[in-house]
């Protein structure tokens, strides 16, 4: 799935107004090339170039907000990851491979500019947990821009007073959003099920591949 196709996806079905895919610029992509001297992934470029929001853009997921990065954001030094700001210092231990435009609640999403496939497919790791380890949570940018889009339409989208149900019965995701969002993530990326909707109790009615 490529970006054009995960947008008109997800406008098939995101209620808000999204502000990815909304002007071309190359300029981003360019600086960020010349000033480490490398050629960056193809669809990190197109993404870049044709998708990146022009201000940080939100999607609700349990807990913290997921934030995707505006396009000026996007940068070799990023604060607290790679860099102190205070100190005005590198941070070690974050390769130069790993470039983050996205997090949750801090915790760092990247793609590998040493993987140079067609598509990128997208880490996560958990932030303080004294090293970084990255584990994949989808196999493109669109397709993880799909399922950060499908989980806040599932949370956010459905009109309910209450889309989460915690109770004795355990932490579920209420029976409207979750008939919709489990049998969605199943098909569109199933080899990602548990990583998106595992915390819901509820998703094994959807038992991934």
């Keep these: 799935m490529n970006l054009t196709e995960s947008l008109e996806l997800i406008n098939s079905f995101f209620n808000e107004t999204i502000e990815f895919g909304k002007e071309e610029d190359s300029s981003t992509s360019s600086s960020l090339e010349q000033e480490k001297g490398i050629t960056l992934p193809p669809e990190l470029k ?4 044709k998708f990146a929001p ?7 997921c349990i807990g913290n907000s997921l934030g995707v990065y505006a396009k000026q ?3 070799w030094l990023m604060d607290g990851y790679n860099y102190n700001s205070a100190s005005k210092e590198p941070i070690k231990g974050w390769r130069e491979s790993w470039f983050i ?3 949750e609640g801090a915790d760092p999403i990247i793609v590998k500019l040493n993987e140079q496939e067609k598509h990128s497919k997208v880490y996560k790791a958990m932030h303080g947990a004294g090293k970084w380890e990255f584990r994949p949570i989808a196999d493109s940018i669109g397709q993880f821009l799909v399922c950060a889009a499908a989980t806040h339409h599932a949370l956010c989208g459905f009109n309910l007073e209450d ?12 029976e409207e959003p979750a ?9 569109h990326a199933s080899k990602y099920y548990e990583e998106w909707v595992s915390v819901f109790e509820n998703s094994n009615i959807f038992p991934g591949d």
């Design 46 to 49: 197109n993404y870049i170039d």
């Design 179 to 187: 008939s919709w969002l489990f049998p969605f993530i199943h098909k």
């Design 73 to 75: 954001r996007l940068s």
């Design 163 to 174: 889309s989460i149900i915690d109770d004795r019965n355990g932490f579920n995701l209420a």
């Design 101 to 103: 435009f996205s997090d």
């Design 54 to 60: 022009a201000s940080n853009f939100y999607f609700t």
